[in-house]
């Protein structure tokens, strides 16, 4: 019976489903993390008869013929890309951008990876660098005896030092916008790498073309909707159950079958 594979593959979608939902819950407090959400499609179908053949008896044409749908498969795990709540720090290197774009870091290999996790730290050289130590592009260093920094919504970094009343600029911080932000490939940590999907970084400063700002002393939550999610793993588990009771149904007609004499 073919009730057993499709039910097989309807049990592997939920599946799949909690694992997607478990991992959003999991990271209901990790900063700048967007929810995903797994999407399916019907698998492949068996053509008893297809529509509009011509019956051989008389000539008419069957007008819909018979389909067999053979189950369901994972089609694709997208991004829902949505503005977090901010969260205020107080921290002169925290920043959150209220809008599109990523910050750009650059990884131990060379490779360009971006985030939007803006909390930043000081390393012992004075390099702004993330919490992984990975440095944000264009490097920026603060010099030891700075006793504060400002940083403006259009990215640029001043330091303020006892002698001078003035502050006096660092640099300015940029962000990367992608015409296709959903097909960035996640590498942990925060940080995501360009695809062909997502196309190449298109860099500017904070507030052009599109992108959005910085905002200092801030955090950008997560855009989790807990009870959204706990709402959805109820009809996943809900419908992982009515795929095993299938299952189970089947194999109670197989066996009534074995049974016939």
Do not use: C, W
Not at 197 to 226: F, M
Request: glycine share 12%.
């Amino acid at each position: 019976m073919q009730a057993l594979k499709i039910a097989a593959t309807g049990m592997s979608a939920q599946q799949l489903r909690v694992e997607t939902i478990s991992n959003n819950l999991a990271n209901m407090n990790t900063t700048g993390y967007n929810a995903r959400r797994a999407e399916f499609a019907d698998l492949h179908y068996q053509q008893i008869s297809r529509a509009g053949t011509v019956r051989a008896a008389d000539g008419s044409v069957l007008p819909t013929g018979v389909q067999l749908g053979l189950g369901v498969r994972p089609a694709a795990i997208t991004v829902h890309l949505a503005q977090g709540a901010f969260s205020a720090t107080g921290s002169d290197l925290d920043v959150a951008i209220e809008g599109s774009g990523y910050l750009e870091v650059t990884l131990p290999s060379g490779q360009a990876a971006f985030t939007r996790d803006g909390s930043l730290k000081r390393s012992a050289e004075g390099l702004v660098v993330t919490s992984e130590g990975y440095p944000v592009a264009p490097e920026i260093v603060i010099p030891p005896d700075a006793r504060s920094l400002s940083i403006n919504a259009d990215g640029e970094v001043y330091a303020y030092f006892a002698e001078n009343v003035e502050g006096q600029l660092l640099g300015q911080f940029t962000l990367a916008g992608f015409a296709n932000a959903k097909g960035l490939e996640a590498l942990g940590g925060n940080l995501f790498a360009e695809t062909e999907a997502s196309g190449p970084p298109i860099l500017g400063n904070p507030g052009d073309d599109g992108l959005g700002t910085l905002l200092q002393g801030y955090l950008e939550d997560s855009s989790v909707d807990a009870v959204r999610e706990v709402t959805e793993l109820i009809e996943a588990q809900r419908g992982y159950e009515m795929n095993a009771k299938v299952i189970s149904a089947v194999d109670q007609m197989m066996g009534a079958t074995t049974q016939v004499r």
